[in-house]
C-alpha cells in the first residue's frame, strides 16, 4: 500500500473530526452578540437554541455552517482513492462518523458542549444518500407542524434514517454509520425525551427561553 495514499486517508479523517469539532453556534453568538450560549436556555450550541437566544438569522447560520461541515468531508472522501483492500462504502462511513463526533464531542471544547447532532448528521447522509435526507425532511416538517417541537421532528428525522439510507444505497456500512448516528442522536437529546413525554418541552413557536 502506498504511504502517502494512507497518510492522505488518516489525515482527511483528523481533519474531519477536527472541522467537526469547530462550534459555529458558539462563535457566530460570541462574534455578533454578547450572549454566551452555554450559559443559557438550553445550553446547547446547535441551531435551535443559537435562534432562541440570538435570533434566527444567527440560527440558520448555524444550521449551515453544522449541515456543511457534515457534507464537505463526506464529499472529499468520496472523490479520493481509496485501497482496494478497504471498501470505499466503508471509508467514507468513517469519515461521517469522524466529523459527527467531532460534533458531539469538540477537542476546541475540551471534549464538552457539543452539539446534539442532528444537523450535522444531515449533512453527512446527504452525501451518502440524498434521498433518504429528503424523506428524512419531509418526515421532520410534518411533525414539527403537528408537535410545535424541534425535538420531536429531529427525533423523528433521525429515526427515519437508517431505513431510508439502506433503501437508498443498499449498502450496510452507510446503514450501520446512520443507525450508530441515530443512537447518538437519542442519547444526546435524553433530557428533551423526558420533556416531551412530560409535556413540558418548550414549543418552536414559543418566544420561551427557559429551555
Not at 445550553?43 to 438569522?57: D, E, H, K, Q, S
Not at 462511513?93 to 444537523?119: D, I, W
Request: glycine letters at 10%; aromatic letters at 8%.
Amino acid at each position: 500500500m502506498d504511504p502517502s495514499t494512507v497518510s492522505i486517508l488518516i489525515g482527511l479523517l483528523i481533519c474531519a473530526y477536527l472541522l467537526g469539532s469547530i462550534p459555529f453556534g458558539l462563535v457566530l453568538t460570541r462574534l455578533f452578540t454578547s450572549i454566551d450560549i452555554r450559559q443559557h436556555g438550553s445550553g446547547n450550541i446547535g441551531a435551535t437554541n443559537v435562534r432562541r437566544l440570538a435570533g434566527t438569522p444567527l440560527g440558520l447560520l448555524t444550521l449551515a455552517g453544522d449541515v456543511l461541515k457534515g457534507a464537505v468531508p463526506v464529499y472529499i472522501a468520496g472523490i479520493v482513492t481509496v485501497p482496494e483492500i478497504l471498501p470505499r462504502e466503508t471509508y467514507i462511513s468513517l469519515v461521517a462518523m469522524a466529523v459527527f463526533l467531532g460534533h458531539l464531542y469538540p477537542v476546541y471544547m475540551k471534549f464538552k458542549n457539543g452539539g446534539k447532532g442532528v444537523a450535522t448528521a444531515f449533512g453527512c447522509i446527504s452525501v451518502i444518500a440524498p434521498s433518504a435526507v429528503l424523506t428524512a425532511l419531509i418526515a421532520f416538517a410534518l411533525v414539527l407542524w403537528l408537535s410545535n417541537r424541534v425535538s420531536a421532528g429531529s427525533l423523528t428525522a433521525a429515526a427515519a434514517l437508517p431505513p431510508t439510507v439502506w433503501w437508498a444505497t443498499q449498502a450496510a456500512s452507510f446503514t450501520g454509520c446512520a443507525l450508530l448516528m441515530v443512537v447518538f442522536i437519542y442519547i444526546r437529546h435524553r433530557d428533551n425525551i423526558k420533556r416531551l413525554i412530560d409535556g413540558t418541552e418548550s414549543g418552536f413557536r414559543n418566544k420561551s427561553k427557559s429551555r
